[in-house]
């Protein structure tokens, strides 16, 4: 795996899943109640593998976690904190996010969106984004993470 550091963000070339999970595990550490961790990319590229190893990396017992994409909302009882774990793939309209919870997992828990492009213009600039994508082999992605001055600090360490 490597590393390069970007104005903005940070860049990671990995080689494999365990490179992504790493990552994930190093971001989940730290989190904070009420960060909104956006993840893009393609169908197939590990945006679910990351998840799952964020999720897991936080305080609790390990769960089983599945890509949301047909319920849309997985919510996962940390030690500390919910995770709301979202997939719009499915999403028809940016305003439907509303009926699923939206607002009260800005407010009050860790906010993980898979396909956070289908919020448009109501994904809050305060998120942390990241962006996955395929490289080269089976197995290499680049993982790119960018967000405000704020997160451009928290990520440097990662």
């Known amino acids: 795996m490597q590393k390069k550091n970007k104005e903005n963000g940070i860049e990671f070339f990995v080689e494999s899943e365990k490179d992504t999970e790493l990552i994930?595990?190093?971001?989940?550490?730290?989190?904070?109640?009420?960060?909104?961790v956006a993840l893009?990319?393609?169908l197939g590229v590990g945006k679910t593998v990351f998840a799952r190893a964020f999720i897991n990396a936080l305080p609790g017992a390990l769960e089983e976690v599945l890509s949301p994409s047909f319920p849309i909302l997985q919510i996962y009882e940390r030690a500390k904190v919910e995770v709301y774990h979202f997939d719009f793939f499915r999403l028809e309209k940016p305003e439907?996010?509303?009926?699923?919870?939206?607002e009260?997992?800005?407010?009050?828990?860790i906010s993980l969106i898979e396909w956070p492009e289908r919020?448009?213009?109501f994904l809050p600039k305060k998120?942390?984004?990241?962006?996955?994508?395929?490289l080269g082999g089976v197995t290499e992605r680049v993982i790119k993470m960018s967000g405000s001055k704020v997160w451009s600090k928290r990520i440097r360490n990662i």
């Open 24 to 36: 994930a595990r190093r971001l989940a550490k730290i989190v904070q109640k009420k960060d909104i």
């Open 40 to 42: 893009s990319g393609d």
């Open 96 to 102: 439907d996010a509303f009926e699923l919870g939206i």
């Open 104 to 109: 009260e997992a800005f407010g009050c828990a």
């Open 119 to 121: 919020l448009d213009f």
């Open 127 to 134: 998120s942390l984004e990241i962006e996955i994508s395929f």
